[in-house]
């Protein structure tokens, strides 16, 4: 009898997607469809049975084989699987109701052999909310900064190759319940980084640990007992910890472009992050603060182009999260964004502030929306570019 293992591992395409069983994953042109296991079950079936109806009974025993579920269960999988098949209109071709009866897969499928998981020449990897393990809220704004800094300096290594979740998307697993395999499906991502830190007067205490998702095996671990500032160092060993894993090499021009988004200074680094945390919560006095910080910054290091950044970002939308003149804070914005591209041009957050003042200040919808997409082409894990360009559009 021939050996399982052995077998060629088949996959089904259809339209513009290519369905991996093996893998458990759903691509379209490509790029990976998030779907919830259920509702990747419901397509498998469908898809198998292409053509033929499936009734709704066989359905739920199917995917529900120790359970009794009610048929509201197997309705709300085909409605996500209708939204998440769309091509590009309201409409869904691929499945076809049976009134009273069941589904049908409706689209043309071809059989084809599957790529391997493995094999595949872009990775996708999800950094988890930092774990706060220190005393009290009052050191959140660290756990949610080295969030942030850690996607972005993944971002780094080859956006190519490499795709980083965004920060807004994983923040809905923060103090998640849910397992590291669940999170791996749901957002189809190859590797896992899960970390925590502890505040222990001026030091800090950092644990990081690269997961793969498929098995959830953990294939590099590292702690740091350091000052904020050589946060440098532990990004760094991550960045090449999984440029080793996938396969990637990290060139010394990567690792210049990593270095660039940080200061050596360490109280600058602590304002930086306590500016981003008070500026995400859009009020007039915190938007105030996050100014505060960030100009406290930029004057212990100059040239720290990412407080320049925040602080135009924050002068920007003072007017709208506060009550502050347009006409006053216009040159301060501008003055800012200048100063942040002057000192790192290659960097997302200087071209995304530069766009926020041509956009929001100077009105100049052409210069806004090419800042905006170098931005997205510097950095495309920086959800607030895609934002911004989305607003200019």
């Excluded at 990593?258 to 200061?263: I, S």
Aim: contains cysteine; glycine residues 4%; negative net charge.
């Amino acid at each position: 009898m021939a050996n399982m293992s052995n077998r060629p591992q088949l996959a089904y395409k259809f339209g513009d997607f290519l369905l991996n069983p093996s893998d458990k994953r759903l691509l379209r042109d490509g790029k990976p469809v998030a779907l919830p296991p259920k509702v990747f079950d419901t397509l498998l079936l469908l898809v198998e049975s292409h053509a033929h109806l499936v009734e709704k009974d066989d359905l739920l025993k199917r995917l529900w084989p120790d359970s009794f579920v009610e048929e509201v269960a197997l309705a709300h999988c085909i409605s996500h699987l209708r939204k998440a098949l769309r091509d590009g209109t309201q409409e869904c071709s691929f499945i076809e109701t049976i009134p009273k009866r069941g589904y049908r897969f409706s689209a043309d499928v071809e059989v084809v052999r599957a790529a391997s998981h493995e094999a595949s020449d872009h990775v996708t990897v999800a950094v988890l909310p930092f774990e706060n393990l220190g005393a009290g809220s009052e050191r959140e704004y660290l756990a949610d900064g080295f969030t942030e800094e850690t996607i972005a300096a993944l971002g780094q290594i080859d956006p190519d190759h490499l795709s980083v979740i965004g920060r807004t998307s994983m923040a809905a697993y923060k103090r998640t319940t849910k397992s590291l395999a669940e999170i791996g499906r749901e957002l189809d991502a190859a590797y896992l980084v899960e970390s925590s830190v502890r505040a222990e007067g001026e030091r800090l205490r950092i644990r990081s640990n690269l997961i793969r998702a498929r098995d959830q095996v953990q294939i590099w671990s590292a702690s740091y007992d350091s000052e904020p500032s050589s946060i440098l160092e532990f990004q760094c060993k991550l960045s090449t910890a999984i440029a080793e894993q996938i396969h990637l090499r990290l060139s010394p021009e990567r690792l210049t472009a990593l270095a660039r988004r940080l200061t050596r200074n360490a109280e600058a680094y602590d304002l930086y992050l306590r500016g981003r945390y008070f500026w995400k919560q859009l009020s007039a006095p915190t938007t105030r603060r996050a100014v505060e910080c960030y100009a406290r910054a930029t004057g212990l290091d100059p040239e720290y182009a990412l407080a320049w950044s925040g602080l135009a970002d924050a002068y920007a939308a003072s007017p709208i999260n506060g009550d502050a003149s347009p006409l006053e804070v216009w040159p301060r914005a501008r003055d800012a964004a200048a100063h942040a591209v002057r000192a790192e041009p290659n960097l997302a957050e200087a071209q995304t502030s530069l766009g926020v003042v041509n956009f929001f200040l100077d009105w100049d919808w052409v210069a806004a929306e090419t800042a905006f997409r170098k931005a997205v082409a510097l950095d495309p894990s920086y959800c607030f570019a895609h934002r911004t360009l989305g607003i200019a559009l």
